[in-house]
């Protein structure tokens, strides 16, 4: 069920930084490293809706 959905965007450290006249920036806010929504990483850790809905499914 992880595999569903492990990536960033789904990550409760993924950011997004928004400037004005400039691109969107994707973040992970606890390495600091730029990343997009669909990268996939180790250090992974669901937000409590992702969590909430691979419980449901299960």
Wanted: with cysteine; proline share 3%; aromatic share 12%.
């Amino acid at each position: 069920m992880e595999r569903e959905y492990h990536c960033c965007a789904t990550c409760r450290h993924f950011r997004v930084v928004k400037r004005t006249g400039s691109k969107t920036e994707y973040v992970c806010g606890r390495l600091g490293y730029a990343t997009k929504p669909t990268y996939r990483f180790d250090c992974w850790t669901p937000k409590e809706i992702v969590l909430e809905r691979m419980r449901n499914e299960k």
